[in-house]
């Protein structure tokens, strides 16, 4: 198997759930600001032009993110990120994706549209990146509340869920203050949790 990937939040999704799971690939580098996600080569491997992209033994593609994570936890069960039982797996289920679409996906759009990075690649609407950037800020406290009553997202161990919040958190950190980009983080109880997750050995050093 191979990784391709760049520095940036998904593929760091994926870095980290391997580093959970001791588990070491090759990595392709590919450099999304020279458009290396666009070349034809690239786009056959994923039709979405995204990283990361996990390359199997047999020659065939998987990407989208947390399905690699699936995968490679079919391959190697322990520890369990994604659930043990039917409830567990669903509560990981709901709290990754509330994750990912209201508080991620709002800092991906903010940043997208406020920065212009990619607008060789895409229009960008200022105005639809205020509206994400607000919209990612209420979310969060929703993950204030949760983190309030539950040590980890999906309950009292760390998960998958985990994983993407932080990224996403850490990748607000990162890009705030550029383009406009401003979403208020600081919150007690994601604080704690944040500090929990982000010195584990998987995250340091990322
Ligand atoms: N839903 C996808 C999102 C992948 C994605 O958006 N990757 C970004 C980097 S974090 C990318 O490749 N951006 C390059 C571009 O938009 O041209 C996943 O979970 O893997």
């Keep these: ?74 391959l190697q069960p322990e520890p369990n990120l994604f659930g043990h039982d039917a409830l567990e797996m669903a509560q990981i289920e709901m709290w990754n994706r509330r994750a990912e679409i209201n508080f991620f996906g709002n800092v991906a759009m903010a940043f997208r549209n406020l920065t212009g990075i990619f607008k060789d690649r895409e229009t960008c609407v200022p105005e639809w990146g205020k509206v994400a950037a607000e919209e990612a800020r209420s979310k969060l406290g929703v993950f204030e509340a949760r983190l309030g009553e539950s040590a980890y997202l999906a309950g009292d161990r760390f998960t998958i869920a985990d994983i993407t919040l932080a990224v996403a958190i850490r990748f607000a950190e990162r890009v705030q203050g550029m383009g406009n980009f401003d979403v208020e983080l600081a919150r007690p109880h994601i604080e704690r949790w944040l500090g929990a997750v982000t010195t584990r050995p998987s995250f340091v050093d990322r």
Excluded at 17 to 23: L, Q, R, Y
Excluded at 41 to 49: I, L, T
């Design 1 to 74: 198997m191979k990784l391709y990937e760049a520095e940036s939040p998904n593929a760091l999704r994926v870095w980290v759930f391997m580093a959970e799971k001791g588990i070491e690939i090759p990595r392709v580098p590919v450099d999304l600001f020279k458009g290396g996600n666009l070349a034809e080569d690239y786009v056959a491997k994923n039709p979405m032009g995204r990283v990361p992209v996990l390359e199997l033994d047999d020659g065939s593609y998987l990407s989208e993110s947390v399905a690699i994570c699936r995968y490679l936890e079919g």
